[in-house]
C-alpha cells in the first residue's frame, strides 16, 4: 500500500567506492565485478540528509516576441547532498574516502586519496523502507523500496564541531552529477554517468546490504560506543596574546575545511568532463573558551615573531568506556593564529574566541593541513 509519510525510521544513508563509474561489487577471487560481494557501506548516525538538484536554463529571444522561444540547458545540473551525523568512531570518515590512520599506518594528510583521485568520487544512496518499518535489519529488496542515487558525488566541505552539553558531529556536502530515483536494493544500474557525454552507465549494478544499527566496539572488546561525549574531548592548545591555554574553560570547537571545484567544461560535452579542486585548500578551527588568567604579550611581538612561529592544536576525543583510548583525534599541523576576539558584557563570563588556519599540503606532505587518526 502506498506510504502516507516517510520519516528517519525507514531511511538508511550509504556511499559507494571510487571510481563512482566503477564495479560496486567485488567477486570470490577479489577482483572488482559485477556479482559478489557489495561494496557499498553504510554511513553510522546520520542524522540529517538533504538533497536536491538544480537546473539552470537560458532563455531564447527573439524581436516580435514577448515571451521566450525556448529556455534552453547551457551548463550541467546541480546536485547536492549535505548530511550530518553524530561521532562515534571514524568509520564514516573512512568510508567516505578520508585518510584515516590507525595502528601502524603512516600518518598523511586526510584528503590524500582525494588529492591522487583514489577515494575522490562515489556515488551515494538512500534507501526508504515501507512505512512504519525500520531499515535497520530489513532484508527486503522488492520495489517497496525506495532508492535515490546520487551519482558522481564529490565531498566539498567537512566540518566537526562539538560543545558543551552536546554529542560531537560531523556535517558533510557533497556535489554530484546526477540523481536517479529507483526501486528496489538490487538489479539496478549505479547513479553515475560518463562525464564525458552524460550518458548513464547501463552495464554496471550495485546492490545495497541491509542496514544494521553500527554499534562500534572498541579494540579492547569492551561494551560498544552508541555516541562519544563532551566530557571525554580535550585540546591541546597554544597559550596565544593575553591568554593562557592552561587554564582555558573550552566550550566549543569547530574544525572545517572546504574543497570547492571548478567545473572544467569543453565544447562537445553537455556535461562537465571534470570538477578540479581550487587549491589552496585551508583547514580552519575555531576555539570558543572561557578566559580566566591572563598572560603577556603584545600583537607587534606577534608579528615580529610570525616568521618562525606555527602551532599544532590537537583535538582528542577519547572512548566513554575505556581510559585513555583515544577514539578520534584530529591534528592540525603548522598553524597559524588568524584572530583573537575577546568578548565581555554584564551578567556573563569573560569568553575569547581563537581562529587558526593551516594549508592542507599534498599527498606525500606529513607536516602541513589535517591529519586524522582513531578507530574505524
Known amino acids: 500500500m502506498p506510504r502516507n509519510r516517510i520519516i528517519y525510521q525507514s531511511e538508511a544513508v550509504y556511499a559507494g567506492p571510487s571510481p563512482a563509474t566503477g564495479y560496486h561489487f567485488t567477486n570470490r577471487f577479489g577482483l572488482p565485478d559485477n556479482t559478489g560481494v557489495s561494496n557499498v557501506k553504510q554511513l553510522q548516525r546520520v542524522q540529517t540528509a538533504n538533497y536536491s538538484f538544480n537546473v539552470d536554463r537560458t532563455d531564447v529571444n527573439q524581436f516580435g516576441q514577448l515571451a521566450a522561444i525556448d529556455r534552453v540547458i547551457l551548463t550541467s545540473p546541480t546536485v547536492s547532498m549535505d548530511m550530518s551525523y553524530i561521532l562515534a568512531n571514524l568509520a564514516n570518515e573512512n568510508v567516505l574516502g578520508l585518510y584515516v590512520q590507525s595502528g601502524t599506518q603512516p600518518e598523511i594528510t586526510a584528503i590524500s586519496g582525494i588529492l591522487t583521485k583514489v577515494t575522490d568520487e562515489k556515488n551515494y544512496f538512500i ?71 552524460g550518458s548513464e552507465l547501463t552495464g554496471t549494478l550495485y546492490a545495497l546490504p541491509p542496514a544494521a544499527s553500527s554499534i562500534a566496539l572498541n579494540t579492547l572488546g569492551a561494551s560498544g560506543i552508541s555516541a562519544l561525549r563532551p566530557g571525554d574531548i580535550s585540546l591541546t592548545l597554544p597559550s596565544t596574546i593575553g591568554a593562557t591555554s592552561s587554564t582555558f574553560n573550552v566550550q566549543s570547537y569547530t574544525l572545517s575545511f572546504d574543497l570547492s ?35 603577556t604579550g603584545t600583537v607587534a611581538q606577534l608579528v615580529q615573531a610570525d616568521s618562525s612561529t606555527f602551532y599544532n592544536p590537537i583535538i582528542r576525543i577519547n572512548n566513554p568506556g575505556v581510559t585513555n583510548q583515544t577514539v578520534v583525534q584530529y591534528s592540525l599541523k603548522r598553524a597559524k593564529l588568524d584572530s583573537q576576539e575577546f568578548s565581555s558584557d554584564i551578567g556573563s563570563n569573560k569568553s575569547v574566541t581563537l581562529n587558526f588556519s593551516s594549508q592542507i599540503g599534498g599527498p606525500q606532505d606529513n607536516n602541513n593541513g589535517l591529519f586524522i587518526s582513531g578507530l574505524y
Open 127 to 197: 534507501k526508504t523502507t515501507t512505512e512504519g518499518t525500520d531499515a535497520v535489519n530489513n532484508f527486503a529488496t522488492g520495489t517497496e523500496i525506495g532508492v535515490i542515487g546520487i551519482g558522481n558525488g564529490f565531498i566539498s566541505s567537512y566540518s566537526s564541531e562539538a560543545s558543551v552539553g552536546n554529542f560531537p558531529t560531523v556535517s558533510v556536502n557533497v556535489e554530484g552529477l546526477n540523481m536517479a530515483f529507483q526501486q528496489g536494493t538490487t538489479g539496478n544500474y549505479i547513479p553515475a554517468i560518463l562525464p564525458a557525454d
Open 261 to 295: 571545484r571548478t567545473p572544467i567544461d569543453r565544447l562537445g560535452s553537455k556535461f562537465s568532463f571534470a570538477r578540479e579542486i581550487d587549491f589552496p585548500v585551508t583547514v580552519n578551527l575555531s576555539v570558543d573558551a572561557q578566559v580566566t588568567d591572563l598572560t
